[in-house]
T-cell receptor, first 115, second 117 residues
């Protein structure tokens, strides 16, 4: 089973709203990732969690706040977003971070629109 | 910094035919990992195949195979007996070794594959 689930599938929010994206995996993976993908572009890494600790923040604006409550869950809290933040947000997981042999498995993504 | 180049923004193939997608990369490392991911219009990124640089044998997964040329830093994907379900955006990705490296996948810009019936 290589399933990563993400909710919601679609999200429309105003610039003053607060919302959260959720990601879940039950593969026993200890590394989880958030990516942002604009249309017709490759994914861009935002955050990496390794053993529930933030290990990489790719200089993401503070209006994006990640959280890893346990080894199966990853959240991305959104506040005061801008229209240019509209994108597909992908979650991924891998068995271990820092291990090059580990493949990242992606979820289906959340399509975010900021009005 | 590592870079990944996919020189074909779009490709098309007839159903049941064979197509090859190209990927080149630039790195000074000797040990690394290469991946091909597929992203259909449904948008989920799906792993197609992966290759460890220390392995000389080219990876294969059913109808998908790679031609890994380490000296040339080339990692092409061959799809045999193309099916309509193969239509997607294909991304080539590079990952550094763990020691002193990072969890980052460096992606190419992608190749959009169309399969014609």
């Amino acid at each position: 089973d290589t399933e990563v689930t993400q909710t919601p599938k679609h999200l429309v929010m105003g610039m003053t709203n607060k919302k959260s994206l959720k990601c879940e995996q039950h593969m026993g993976h200890r590394a989880m990732y958030w990516y942002k993908q604009k249309a017709k572009k490759p994914p861009e890494l935002m955050f990496v969690y390794s053993y529930e600790k933030l290990s990489i923040n790719e200089s993401v604006p503070s209006r994006f706040s990640p959280e890893c409550p346990n080894s199966s869950l990853l959240n991305l809290h959104l506040h005061a977003l801008q229209p240019e933040d509209s994108a597909l947000y992908l979650c991924a997981s891998s068995r271990l971070a820092g291990s090059g042999t580990d493949t990242q498995y992606f979820g289906p993504g959340t399509r975010l629109t900021v009005l | 910094a590592q870079t990944v180049t996919q020189s074909q923004p779009e490709m098309s193939v007839q159903e049941a035919e064979t197509v090859t997608l190209s990927c080149t990369y630039d790195t000074s490392e000797s040990d690394y990992y290469l991946f091909w991911y597929k992203q259909p219009p449904s948008r989920q990124m799906i792993l197609v195949i992966r290759q460890e640089a220390y392995k000389q044998q080219n990876a294969t997964e059913n109808r998908f195979s790679v031609n890994f040329q380490k000296a040339a830093k080339s990692f092409s994907l061959k799809i045999s007996d193309s099916q309509l379900g193969d239509a997607a955006m294909y991304f080539c990705a590079y990952r550094s070794p763990p020691a002193g490296g990072s969890e980052k996948l460096v992606f190419g810009k992608g190749t959009k594959l169309t399969v014609n019936p």
